[in-house]
């Protein structure tokens, strides 16, 4: 089932002759999750499957297999490298990983944060099923605020870490009735959550470290507002926090990423808008080198704004000298 680029599919060994199960299974598994080797407990009638849905940014996979090793080397780090994190959650059975001289055991309700970006290896019990879902590694390493990688094992099974685990669980089973923007959005606030988790950031922030964070926030909306991808997660994620800390901040300031943003971007276009430097720029191009998707745009938010159309502004000239400048 495809919707948009979100894609939803599955495969069984069962589909292929019993000599060749194997290699189709290394195959299929490579395909989806990078390099790798792989060594079986027997290659006759092995017995594995997967079921996989994603879209550009995610894939969430469940797989069972009979025990198999999966051996990520260095030299496949080096000539297949990626950056991007994969959580594991077993759902039955037990996985063991081994990665930079740490050893982790995974059982049900115990996920770990796994980077390709270095050699490890995943010995998977008989019959065991798991989930694997890759992550983008910006995601995790700007609200981590870190870039190297690591290995953890996380508690799924209580708490934030079991919203987390229940958030991967629902959107496994309800795979077919997803598009591609709402399998998006889901995952995209179950990494939030997996962020906090791992940052052990469960706890309410202090109010004296909001105010800091509203004001480094306000200060880099201001600095970058004409960026046309400038979000609340692209700042959370250039300045090393999470995107919930960003929100609670400016929600303490009865704002939001989004507004502080829009109010960043108008008063940037009316600023320009009376600096001769800018005189020659059309109405349309100001609202492009802005931020803005179109002019239309720019029009109503500027008029809902000010009160004036950009143009009318405009017309007015330089603002007076002895105008306070904005804070």
């Known amino acids: 089932m495809a919707s948009g680029n979100y894609t939803v599919s599955s495969c069984t060994t069962q589909d292929v002759e019993s000599g060749e199960r194997a290699e189709f299974w290394g195959v299929h598994v490579t ?4 390099r790798m080797g792989y060594r079986y407990s027997r290659t006759d009638d092995f017995r594995a499957g997967m079921i996989w849905q994603r879209t550009d940014t995610y894939q969430l996979v469940q ?3 009979e025990t198999v090793k ?3 080397t260095p030299n496949h780090a080096r000539r297949h490298p990626d950056e991007d994190y994969r959580l594991v959650l077993p759902v039955t059975g037990e996985l063991v990983l081994r990665q930079n ?3 982790v055991r995974l059982e049900p309700r115990t996920g770990c944060l796994l980077t390709f970006a270095t050699p490890f290896e995943v010995l998977q ?4 099923r798991a989930f694997i879902m890759t992550i983008p590694a910006p995601a995790v390493n700007g609200p981590l605020n870190r870039s190297s990688p690591f290995t953890m094992g996380l508690d799924l099974g209580t708490g934030l870490g079991r919203v987390v685990g229940a958030m991967m669980t629902g959107l496994h089973a309800e795979r077919d009735t997803f598009s591609s923007a709402q399998f998006d ?16 950031d469960d706890r309410p922030t202090p109010p004296g470290h909001l105010a800091e964070v509203e004001a480094v926030v306000r200060r880099y909306a201001r600095e970058h507002a004409a960026d046309p991808h400038l979000s609340g997660a692209a700042m959370a994620q250039a300045l090393g926090w999470s995107l919930r800390q960003v929100q609670l901040a ?3 300031a009865g704002t939001t990423p989004r507004d502080l943003i829009r109010e960043e971007r108008l008063c940037l276009v009316r600023d ?27 029009s109503k938010a500027f008029r809902q704004r000010f009160g004036m159309c950009p143009r009318e502004t405009r017309h007015l000239g330089p603002p007076p000298a002895d105008e306070p400048p904005r804070k």
């Open 250 to 252: 400016l929600q303490r």
């Open 272 to 298: 320009r808008l009376r600096a001769p430097a800018y005189r020659h720029m059309s109405i349309t191009a100001l609202a492009y080198a802005s931020g803005f998707s179109s002019s239309s745009a720019l």
């Open 63 to 65: 797989w069972w297999a």
């Open 101 to 103: 001289g740490q050893e």
């Open 185 to 200: 959005a889901v995952s995209d606030r179950m990494v939030e959550l997996l962020c906090m988790l791992a940052a052990g």
């Open 31 to 34: 395909s989806h999750q990078g």
């Open 125 to 128: 019990a008989d019959s065991t």
């Open 70 to 72: 999966y051996i990520r």
